[in-house]
């Protein structure tokens, strides 16, 4: 036995009882590992890759949103994400928010357009007229009676089908190996895309992949700009 005095014997006894308090507790708290569900489901090899990755976009859409304009740089209203809008003189991540919601509505034209959202008055629409630009390819007022309508874009050019030449990856015809070159997508998270459009049908569109178990909204903005959904 340890020759030790009343003041060592009594630490001791406290740590002991401290030890003793919190095995205790963790065996009174911690979750029966029967029921938890969804265990099976959980597949490490993947899908805590797939969290890593979030992650570090995360993080880089945070750092992007920090980033200053440079000299005489211009950010598209009409087109840009929420972590470029932020980079706008006095716009944080509210704001940033209510200008996406507000163009789905109806496309900005010119600094005035701004206004229509809530927060931005005269002052804030003025401060921000030299640091935005307008898409041009957005939809403007009809034209006049009489007036000459332009021809429709061909299939093969429209939005929700693939861009000619095969720039992005098509997720409809996509192999195996087409797949995995996509950012953030692996062995199993290729052959889970085959299995659900097999299962399931083409997906309409990009945003489609998000029934896929293991892609959410972050994993696709990885490599949303890499594909489209043409049809099959």
Known sequence: MWDLNRAERKA??????LVGVSLVTRTLLAPDPGRLEGL???DPATDLAGIEGEVVAALTREQRAQTPLADGEQIDVNRAPADELRR????????AEALIEERQRAPFREPADLERVGGVGEVTARR????????????????????????????????????????????NRADRAQLESLTGIGPALAARII??????????????????????ARTLARFREQVCAGAR
Do not use: K, Q, W, Y
């Open 12 to 17: 001791m006894g406290a740590a002991l009882v």
């Open 40 to 42: 099976d489901t959980i």
């Open 88 to 95: 706008l003189p006095g716009v944080g991540p509210s704001l």
């Open 128 to 171: 921000l007229a030299p640091h935005i630009r307008f898409d041009p390819g957005a939809p403007r007022p009809g034209p006049g009676p009489g007036a000459r309508r332009p021809a429709p874009a061909p299939a093969a050019a429209m939005v929700m089908g693939c861009p000619p030449g095969g720039a992005r990856i098509d997720l």
């Open 195 to 216: 299995d659900d459009r097999s299962e399931n049908g083409r997906f309409e569109t990009p945003e489609a992949v998000t029934r896929v178990r293991g892609i959410g």
